[in-house]
């Protein structure tokens, strides 16, 4: 489905949608207030920029580097051209070590590779432990936002899906209370885990170490309590040195919700004695996005929500409306890349305000690559029949100024004298959720050229 | 042609060309910070307290006072026997762990911008000592407060470790309707104590 149509499922409920508004716009600002108390926080964004512009043009070196270091520190290496070859080695892994009880911490990766039914059909049971993406998992659903992955959801929501499946007391929705019995019930996970699953935040170069960005500690409890700890990445992951992580984890936090850093920010390098560590490293259509110059910046991106939380599109039509694994203006641009036809209607959920690249921490371009990704849509995709005639109509108008003058005239008029049933009637798409405003008397030329005239005459 | 083949030579061939890697010039960021007040703040800020102290002593009276009814403890600073009522050499399997309540550990680096602190294996004698316990008690000298993350950095160049975290006060989650809830996995509680 288009995401025109699934936001308008999503737009129903109106007081869900405002909160969800108001709620992402919160974080934006708390965002806002810690990036301004940062000196030097645009260096921080221009150094985020270069470091991943370098480790693009030179990322086949950088990653055997990562490789050889890796398996120094005594981890083990595999690479996934795809989200089935991913799926294939995890599950590999997994049954070497005869595990049937996984634990996984967040990973847009493993949700990319939609690694969960692949491991369940096997009968291995594969428990969430961030809280938000258990509480999406007992919901039957993917994540609506990256960091947020259950911010669609009211505490309501979430009393009721723990009554259902943790048995817990019925609690008004109650969030201390809730969390109190989601701690106990994934504890109980966590010690009984024959493995543990982690995305990668940032793997490095020149020590074949990697670091995970918690804020729960759900990761370190899960990877160092279980016999093997999987991490998977994409490949674009890596940065050149250790010391480049100053620069990545100062912004990363502050993007995503406004903290100074996330509580855990968790450096693995060689596993614990008697434990196993794999890493797998995966392309799943990256290789193909870095070949396309002007859309090989999306692969800077540290997934830090920023640009869904400003967006007044995403904040309007939630999460899944995109039917991506990534969401918002990012996974605009990212998606369409990997199936135009599908994600035909992605690049066009936009204002292209520009928002999204303002507050991106690593400079991506989100909005241009926006615009660049319609012309490209509009020539390979099939248009429907009214946006490509009426588009045809607007082009020959906007080519001939006396024809514009006489339809602004008359357009101007309806606004200000046909009543409201005909201007929000069913032709008029930009009628359909607000009113329009009372059409001015003035053109915007008459306008002008009344101001030059004043100009003139008070000169003289 | 195997995976990793693949993948290296479309990465190769499809990347562009050769982009210098930017110079961090440090100065762009300082601001002169007073580090135990920035560090104290950030502290606060994150969930955590901080008490300043001028021996290893008070550290345990303090915990036993705040924590008193506690069965299971254990600091790894000098002479804490008295505190100690397990002793890590055995423990098998980290899961034993479990019904942990107050842990003491040392840090040698806090940073003043986050009020993070840096912990590894050098530190910490099993990995999940920070995170499974109930309370947790850092000990931090002054003297080991450092600006930024860059200087932090800098300063873990010459360590080699195999395991390490920066950890800025306790657990948390915002996942149920943004609501902030303090204990979400690891530690129910921070303390750290400047010495």
Same mark, same amino acid.
């Given at each position: 489905?288009?995401?025109?149509?699934?936001?308008?499922?999503?737009?129903?409920?109106?007081?869900?949608?405002?909160?969800?508004?108001?709620?992402?716009?919160?974080?934006?600002?708390?965002?806002?207030?810690?990036?301004?108390?940062?000196?030097?926080?645009?260096?921080?964004?221009?150094?985020?920029?270069?470091?991943?512009?370098?480790?693009?043009?030179?990322?086949?070196?950088?990653?055997?580097?990562?490789?050889?270091?890796?398996?120094?520190?005594?981890?083990?290496?595999?690479?996934?051209?795809?989200?089935?070859?991913?799926?294939?080695?995890?599950?590999?892994?997994?049954?070497?070590?005869?595990?049937?009880?996984?634990?996984?911490?967040?990973?847009?990766?493993?949700?990319?590779?939609?690694?969960?039914?692949?491991?369940?059909?096997?009968?291995?049971?594969?428990?969430?432990?961030?809280?938000?993406?258990?509480?999406?998992?007992?919901?039957?659903?993917?994540?609506?936002?990256?960091?947020?992955?259950?911010?669609?959801?009211?505490?309501?929501?979430?009393?009721?899906?723990?009554?259902?499946?943790?048995?817990?007391?019925?609690?008004?929705?109650?969030?201390?209370?809730?969390?109190?019995?989601?701690?106990?019930?994934?504890?109980?996970?966590?010690?009984?885990?024959?493995?543990?699953?982690?995305?990668?935040?940032?793997?490095?170069?020149?020590?074949?170490?990697?670091?995970?960005?918690?804020?729960?500690?759900?990761?370190?409890?899960?990877?160092?309590?279980?016999?093997?700890?999987?991490?998977?990445?994409?490949?674009?992951?890596?940065?050149?040195?250790?010391?480049?992580?100053?620069?990545?984890?100062?912004?990363?936090?502050? &993007?995503?919700?406004?903290?100074?850093?996330?509580?855990?920010?968790?450096?693995?390098?060689?596993?614990?004695?008697? &434990?196993?560590?794999?890493?797998?490293?995966?392309?799943?259509?990256?290789?193909?996005?870095?070949?396309?110059?002007?859309?090989?910046?999306?692969?800077?991106?540290?997934?830090?929500?920023?640009?869904?939380?400003?967006?007044?599109?995403?904040?309007?039509?939630?999460?899944?409306?995109?039917?991506?694994?990534?969401?918002?203006?990012?996974?605009?641009?990212?998606?369409?890349?990997?199936?135009?036809?599908?994600?035909?209607?992605?690049?066009?959920?936009?204002?292209?305000?520009?928002?999204?690249?303002?507050?991106?921490?690593?400079?991506?371009?989100?909005?241009?690559?926006?615009?660049?990704?319609?012309?490209?849509?509009?020539?390979?995709?099939?248009?429907?029949?009214?946006?490509?005639?009426?588009?045809?109509?607007?082009?020959?108008?906007?080519?001939?100024?006396?024809?514009?003058?006489?339809?602004?005239?008359?357009?101007?008029?309806?606004?200000?004298?046909?009543?409201?049933?005909?201007?929000?009637?069913?032709?008029?798409?930009?009628?359909?959720?607000?009113?329009?405003?009372?059409?001015?008397?003035?053109?915007?030329?008459?306008?002008?050229?009344?101001?030059?005239?004043?100009?003139?005459?008070?000169?003289? | 042609?195997?995976?990793?083949?693949?993948?290296?030579?479309?990465?190769?061939?499809?990347?562009?060309?050769?982009?210098?890697?930017?110079?961090?010039?440090?100065?762009?960021?300082?601001?002169?910070?007073?580090?135990?007040?920035?560090?104290?703040?950030?502290?606060?800020?994150?969930?955590?307290?901080?008490?300043?102290?001028?021996?290893?002593?008070?550290?345990?009276?303090?915990?036993?006072?705040?924590?008193?009814?506690?069965?299971?403890?254990?600091?790894?600073?000098?002479?804490? !026997?008295?505190?100690?009522?397990?002793?890590?050499?055995?423990?098998?399997?980290?899961?034993?762990?479990?019904?942990?309540?107050?842990?003491?550990?040392?840090?040698?680096?806090?940073?003043?911008?986050?009020?993070?602190?840096?912990?590894?294996?050098?530190?910490?004698?099993?990995?999940?000592?920070?995170?499974?316990?109930?309370?947790?008690?850092?000990?931090?000298?002054?003297?080991?407060?450092?600006?930024?993350?860059?200087?932090?950095?800098?300063?873990?160049?010459?360590?080699?470790?195999?395991?390490?975290?920066?950890?800025?006060?306790?657990?948390?989650?915002?996942?149920?309707? !943004?609501?902030?809830?303090?204990?979400?996995?690891?530690?129910?509680?921070?303390?750290?104590?400047?010495?």
């Amino acid at each position: 489905m288009s995401h025109p149509k699934l936001a308008s499922i999503f737009n129903k409920d109106e007081k869900r949608v405002d909160w969800h508004d108001k709620a992402l716009w919160f974080v934006r600002h708390k965002r806002d207030m810690s990036a301004h108390s940062v000196k030097g926080w645009e260096e921080l964004r221009n150094l985020g920029h270069g470091i991943k512009a370098h480790m693009l043009s030179n990322l086949d070196n950088y990653l055997i580097q990562f490789e050889e270091n890796a398996l120094k520190n005594g981890v083990q290496v595999h690479w996934a051209a795809n989200g089935k070859e991913h799926n294939q080695i995890v599950h590999k892994i997994l049954k070497e070590h005869n595990a049937k009880k996984i634990v996984k911490s967040k990973s847009m990766l493993t949700e990319e590779c939609h690694l969960n039914p692949y491991l369940e059909a096997d009968g291995m049971e594969v428990i969430d432990t961030d809280l938000g993406e258990r509480i999406v998992q007992l919901a039957k659903e993917p994540p609506s936002h990256i960091v947020l992955p259950a911010i669609h959801k009211d505490r309501h929501q979430v009393d009721e899906l723990f009554q259902e499946h943790l048995g817990t007391k019925p609690c008004d929705g109650d969030p201390q209370y809730l969390t109190g019995e989601a701690r106990k019930h994934l504890r109980e996970k966590f010690i009984q885990a024959d493995a543990a699953i982690t995305g990668v935040n940032f793997a490095i170069a020149d020590t074949g170490g990697f670091v995970v960005c918690t804020n729960e500690g759900n990761a370190d409890m899960g990877a160092h309590l279980a016999p093997v700890h999987i991490a998977c990445m994409g490949v674009e992951k890596i940065i050149p040195k250790q010391e480049h992580l100053g620069v990545f984890l100062r912004l990363l936090a502050r &993007s995503a919700t406004g903290q100074p850093i996330t509580t855990y920010s968790s450096h693995f390098k060689k596993p614990q004695p008697g &434990s196993k560590m794999h890493i797998v490293i995966v392309d799943n259509g990256r290789s193909e996005q870095l070949s396309r110059p002007d859309f090989r910046a999306s692969l800077h991106c540290i997934r830090c929500g920023a640009c869904m939380n400003t967006c007044p599109i995403y904040r309007r039509s939630g999460g899944h409306s995109y039917d991506a694994t990534i969401p918002g203006p990012i996974g605009s641009i990212l998606s369409p890349g990997k199936d135009l036809t599908k994600y035909s209607s992605l690049p066009f959920a936009s204002t292209l305000c520009g928002s999204c690249s303002d507050v991106c921490p690593v400079k991506i371009d989100i909005h241009s690559q926006l615009y660049k990704w319609r012309q490209i849509i509009t020539k390979n995709t099939p248009q429907p029949f009214v946006k490509k005639q009426s588009m045809k109509f607007m082009g020959k108008l906007f080519a001939k100024p006396s024809q514009y003058e006489t339809v602004g005239k008359i357009a101007r008029w309806s606004l200000r004298n046909l009543p409201k049933s005909v201007i929000n009637s069913k032709p008029n798409t930009w009628g359909k959720a607000r009113d329009l405003p009372i059409g001015p008397k003035q053109s915007f030329d008459d306008w002008y050229k009344e101001r030059e005239n004043n100009k003139k005459s008070n000169d003289q | 042609m195997g995976s990793r083949e693949s993948i290296l030579a479309k990465l190769k061939a499809n990347k562009p060309e050769a982009i210098d890697l930017p110079k961090i010039d440090l100065n762009v960021f300082n601001e002169d910070l007073d580090l135990i007040k920035e560090f104290t703040k950030k502290v606060e800020i994150v969930g955590g307290s901080v008490i300043e102290i001028s021996n290893d002593e008070e550290v345990l009276t303090h915990l036993k006072k705040t924590f008193p009814n506690t069965k299971i403890n254990f600091s790894n600073l000098d002479n804490t !026997q008295s505190f100690n009522t397990i002793d890590l050499s055995t423990i098998k399997n980290p899961r034993n762990l479990e019904d942990l309540d107050v842990l003491v550990l040392e840090s040698k680096i806090g940073v003043a911008e986050n009020g993070a602190v840096w912990l590894d294996d050098n530190d910490i004698p099993i990995r999940v000592l920070p995170f499974i316990t109930k309370h947790l008690a850092i000990v931090i000298s002054k003297n080991n407060l450092v600006p930024y993350m860059h200087e932090a950095y800098k300063s873990l160049s010459n360590h080699n470790s195999s395991y390490g975290v920066f950890l800025s006060g306790p657990s948390k989650t915002a996942d149920i309707e !943004q609501s902030l809830v303090i204990g979400a996995h690891g530690a129910l509680s921070l303390t750290v104590f400047l010495k």
